[in-house]
């Protein structure tokens, strides 16, 4: 009988093939040296199907790597996919567009242990492809952190008194039996908008399940230029706005009151939004050196706001950064 892994570690891969042999490499370096033992499950959502090719062509070190085939362009599906493959009751999730700094991997399975919690996320900061960190306004899309002891619990639908961060997938490590309960983990109807991740961690929440934070565990998303335009952030804070209120809203007590609840918010924040905006964009032009960034930012602020009124319409941001050749 083959002995049973600690860690799965699942990689799910979008159109990224440099960035997938990046954080095999790093994973595989760390495993090595590491006394867990590990599997790496890749589970290939591109339409090329690129992932066995480049783990062949990869110095294993003996690390066992498994490569399963999901639906093109379906988040959702691919996670689920890569949990179906995996063996070990303990599960991280990492993405094609990141790296772990050095004993991420212990850091956070020790961080579980020692805390009792059932999941935990890392801290995450972006790198821009010429290995600099990013900033101004583009980093805090692409920022986890929170300036927090390790094992502090977290809450994703914001509940009093806890602290609260932006939840994602990426950079994170689950208990199999008390996280991956339902015959889909990941919701396919937020496959192609994103919002996959937050409708679980809100499930999760519901079920009083403990959410921990690991910032000590460092892990980097690696952006390229293209996704840090203005256009693109522009989008990506509609989408966030949208799925942030869609998963409320399906995991909600009373969904038709949470949904008017929302609409009404975003509705009040869009008007009060676009008042400060026109204001902002006056003195922009004319003392652009110090209204810019005010700017900006109120400009983001309305884009959510009107995904929070339109969040039944699921905009497919994957779909469209892809299209982009931004994912």
């Not at 109807?189 to 000590?216: H, T």
Request: net charge neutral; charged share 20%.
């Amino acid at each position: 009988m083959a002995i049973k892994p600690d860690i799965s570690l699942i990689i799910c891969t979008f159109n990224r093939p440099e960035g997938l042999r990046r954080i095999l490499d790093c994973c595989i370096r760390q495993i090595s040296n590491g006394a867990l033992s590990c599997e790496i499950i890749v589970s290939d959502n591109s339409p090329p199907g690129y992932a066995n090719s480049i783990i062949d062509s990869l110095e294993t070190h003996d690390v066992s790597i498994h490569c399963v085939q999901s639906a093109s362009g379906n988040i959702s599906l691919a996670r689920n996919k890569g949990i179906s493959a995996s063996s070990s009751d303990i599960i991280i999730f990492l993405d094609d567009d990141m790296t772990i700094c050095d004993n991420w991997i212990s850091i956070m399975h020790a961080a579980l242990e020692d805390h009792g919690a059932d999941c935990a996320l890392s801290s995450l900061l972006p790198m821009s492809e010429n290995k600099l960190p990013v900033q101004g306004m583009s980093a805090a899309f692409f920022s986890r952190l929170l300036a927090m002891p390790d094992g502090t619990c977290i809450s994703p639908g914001k509940k009093s008194g806890m602290a609260y961060v932006s939840v994602a997938t990426s950079g994170t490590i689950w208990r199999r039996e008390t996280c991956f309960t339902d015959a889909l983990p990941f919701d396919p109807e937020f496959g192609a908008s994103g919002g996959e991740d937050c409708d679980l961690f809100l499930r999760l929440e519901n079920r009083q399940r403990k959410i921990i934070w690991c910032g000590s565990a460092i892990s980097y998303e690696w952006v390229p230029p293209g996704r840090m335009t203005f256009r693109y952030l522009l989008m990506r804070a509609f989408g966030g706005g949208q799925i942030f209120v869609g998963a409320l809203v399906k995991n909600a007590r009373y969904p038709y009151l949470a949904s008017l609840k929302w609409i009404v918010i975003g509705l009040l924040q869009f008007i009060g939004g676009g008042i400060l905006l026109s204001g902002a964009g006056i003195l922009a032009l004319l003392f652009p050196s110090k209204f810019r960034n005010m700017f900006v930012s109120l400009a983001f602020k309305e884009a959510a706001a009107m995904g929070k009124i339109t969040w039944f319409y699921k905009f497919p941001t994957y779909k469209v950064e892809s299209k982009m050749g931004k994912k």
